[in-house]
């Protein structure tokens, strides 16, 4: 009888990893869908580009399509929105964001590992930034914000709320010392996180 149950339990292992290895490959091998009730996403394996397009919110994260591979990302026209964790455990050689874009969610470009363009623009249309969104971004020396915008601006390459009362993120590779502004009230939790500066002031 234990034998018979040896059998069976072996068999079930066999099964589980031959079902978790075609769900890899079948992830990896995946290349276009859903990322939104009206986006969707396409990936061209040879270019490494990422395209994302159709209007409204994305959802989907991307580290389950495309794991540790540099990407192009290229969010067009008519999306408003990056949700959660969206392009967290990712690496990014090259970002265009659209200037339909309202909303970056909390940790969307966060992660110790991914390699940020060396700079990002903020588009004028964005009123809301989320938690932790751009801090620990290897690569990622600069953060720019666009002009127009009414909700954030930056100072040397430090992103600020509108008044500049508020230092949300300074860049993880920007280097060299750096003076924080009179009139900064509040710096954001992690702002400074694994930053690539000698001094601050």
């Not at 290895?21 to 079948?26: A, D, E, I, L, R």
């Not at 994305?58 to 969206?86: P, Q, R």
């Not at 969104?133 to 100072?155: D, H, M, P, Q, R």
């Amino acid at each position: 009888m234990k034998n018979q149950w040896k059998r069976l339990l072996s068999l079930f292992l066999c099964l589980m990893l031959l079902m978790v290895g075609f769900s890899s490959t079948t992830l990896a091998a995946k290349t276009s869908g859903k990322c939104g009730k009206h986006a969707t996403w396409s990936y061209n394996k040879k270019k490494k580009t990422l395209t994302i397009s159709g209007k409204g919110e994305i959802k989907d994260t991307w580290s389950k399509y495309l794991g540790d591979t540099k990407v192009t990302v290229v969010i067009k026209e008519g999306i408003t929105s990056i949700g959660k964790d969206a392009f967290s455990e990712n690496s990014i050689k090259k970002l265009s964001l659209p200037k339909s874009l309202t909303t970056i969610g909390a940790f969307a470009f966060s992660n110790l590992d991914c390699t940020m363009p060396s700079s990002v623009t903020v588009p004028k249309n964005v009123k809301k930034i989320g938690y932790h969104a751009f801090v620990g971004c290897e690569g990622l020396k600069s953060i720019k914000v666009a002009k127009g915008n009414k909700y954030y601006t930056s100072k040397d390459g430090v992103l600020f709320n509108k008044d500049k009362a508020t230092l949300i993120c300074c860049p993880s590779d920007k280097t060299g010392k750096y003076t924080i502004p009179d009139g900064v009230k509040t710096i954001e939790e992690f702002a400074f996180q694994d930053s690539g500066l000698k001094k601050l002031t």
